[in-house]
């Protein structure tokens, strides 16, 4: 049985003055870091106080959870109880070597969450944008003692991911990891990991890092994005199941409010919801609120993202103070 099983999360304040100065100054400086402007977007570093809701959302649904690990960049939220016991802020300067920040790479700071002073070796990967939208117990996340992978069920060929060129920069990483799986140890992961929480332990991690040391470098190197990141979380799961030791477990989606959904046997399992602002319209995000609302998954994402009207993150805003109006233990 697994005793104690931490949460870390990686947040930034995009709307802070110093920070947003800090990075202007870096990319006058070195502007070659950046090699694709879409990745600096305003709307890739937005906070909506979404940190504060995910907390509530483990107060309220996950109380098992031990420490929560939350890595900024020279920040710490305003609301944020910092003397709480469970919070413990983690500085980039704490998990980086100082060649290789500023960092504005998601994947890069994953590639660094194993380096947690005091960390236990299991925990939950969370994005500030990824909530628990029920009562949870451990059970919940892992399966016979093993983290469970959480999974989309649509499988593919290697031929069919060789036809496909293009893609942004999180697709490249993330196949990039299912590359150096297949190259090295001739097994091609033909899944992808639902945008969610993820369950994550140190000692694969640190043997991952073992063996593709030169890839972890690459990409804690790369101040932003790129297409040649390799994300680690992927590599993780792909490695687990390479190795025999774990296998994809399949998250079904809530999509939106439909009228089948009221018949539980069609609605059996579903218990994930992926909320992109950038491309649902406002309707289709009032479906998939009132699906979350009425249904209550294990867990949901409302991703932000370039372009998003302000219309789009109030109308979430609220949402998520109606889903969790009372303050936690970690806020002042």
């Given amino acids: 049985m697994i005793k104690k099983i931490d949460a870390v999360f990686t947040w930034v304040d995009?709307?802070?003055?110093?920070?947003?100065?800090?990075?202007?100054?870096?990319?006058?400086?070195?502007?070659?870091?950046?090699?694709?402007?879409?990745?600096?977007?305003k709307g890739r570093f937005f906070d909506n106080d979404e940190l504060k809701y995910s907390l509530r959302s483990i107060y309220q649904f996950?109380?098992?959870?031990?420490?929560?690990y939350i890595i900024t960049d020279n920040q710490t939220p305003k609301w944020l109880n910092i003397d709480h016991p469970q919070i413990n802020i983690v500085d980039h300067k704490e998990i980086?070597?100082?060649?290789?920040?500023?960092?504005?790479?998601?994947?890069?700071?994953?590639?660094?969450?194993?380096?947690?002073n005091g960390l236990n070796n299991f925990f939950l990967s969370f994005n500030d944008d990824f909530f628990i939208g029920r009562m949870t117990s451990p059970g919940d996340f892992f399966q016979n003692g093993k983290p469970k992978l959480f999974s989309g069920k649509k499988r593919f060929t290697l031929e069919q991911l060789s036809e496909r060129k293009?893609?942004?920069?999180?697709?490249?990483?993330?196949?990039?990891?299912?590359?150096l799986i297949y190259n090295k140890y001739n097994f091609f992961p033909d899944f992808?990991?639902?945008?969610?929480?993820?369950?994550?332990d140190k000692k694969?991690?640190?043997?991952?890092?073992?063996v593709f040391y030169r890839d972890f470098e690459n990409t804690r190197g790369s101040n932003f994005r790129t297409k040649k990141d390799v994300w680690p979380i992927a590599l993780y799961s792909f490695y687990l199941v390479a190795q025999g030791f774990n296998e994809p477990y399949y998250l079904a989606p809530l999509r939106k409010n439909l009228l089948r959904y009221n018949l539980n046997f069609l609605r059996k399992g579903r218990d994930y919801t992926y909320l992109p602002l950038t491309t649902c319209s406002l309707k289709k995000i009032k479906s998939?609120?009132?699906a979350i609302k009425k249904y209550k998954p294990l867990m949901f994402c409302i991703n932000d993202g370039p372009n998003v009207i302000d219309q789009k993150r109030i109308l979430t805003k609220n949402f998520l103070h109606e889903y969790f109006p009372d303050k936690s233990i970690y806020e002042k």
């Fill in 96 to 116: 980086f070597d100082s060649k290789d920040l500023p960092s504005y790479n998601s994947m890069a700071i994953e590639m660094n969450l194993h380096k947690i």
């Fill in 288 to 290: 998939k609120l009132n």
């Fill in 62 to 68: 996950a109380p098992w959870i031990n420490n929560i």
């Fill in 192 to 200: 992808n990991l639902r945008h969610g929480i993820k369950v994550l």
């Fill in 166 to 179: 293009s893609g942004n920069e999180y697709f490249h990483a993330n196949n990039n990891a299912r590359m």
């Fill in 14 to 41: 995009g709307n802070d003055i110093d920070w947003m100065s800090r990075k202007s100054n870096f990319l006058h400086d070195k502007p070659e870091k950046l090699q694709n402007k879409k990745v600096n977007s």
């Fill in 204 to 210: 694969t991690l640190n043997d991952l890092e073992k």
